[in-house]
């Protein structure tokens, strides 16, 4: 089977990124959106930089890219831990009090 390659462009204004400690997660039957934001101290309010829209199989394509990403990181570098939490946890943002920390 041929592989296909695809030339993609990366504007600069797009390839400096943007910083994102928190990412809210919603769905509908159609498609899943995923906000990006920044969460830091002083701010009364998260600040959402990106919005990302995709379909369910593109999500799940994207959650199996990172999964496997991941793996082959902590193959690596080792395990990423995540201090104070359960693995796999999630909260919610009303879990969260006005000054960015957890209830």
Do not use: C
Not at 42 to 65: C, D, F, V, W, Y
């Amino acid at each position: 089977m041929e592989e296909k390659k695809i030339n993609l462009e990366l504007k600069p204004e797009v390839a400096k990124g943007s910083y994102s400690n928190l990412a809210i997660i919603s769905h509908s039957h159609s498609e899943f959106i995923i906000d990006f934001a920044e969460m830091l101290p002083g701010l009364q309010k998260p600040e959402i930089s990106n919005r990302i829209i995709m379909t369910p199989e593109h999500t799940k394509r994207l959650l199996n890219a990172i999964a496997e990403n991941i793996s082959k990181y902590e193959s690596q570098f080792g395990r990423i831990e995540l201090p104070g939490t359960q693995q796999g946890a999630t909260f919610n943002l009303s879990d969260l009090n006005p000054n960015g920390t957890r209830s």
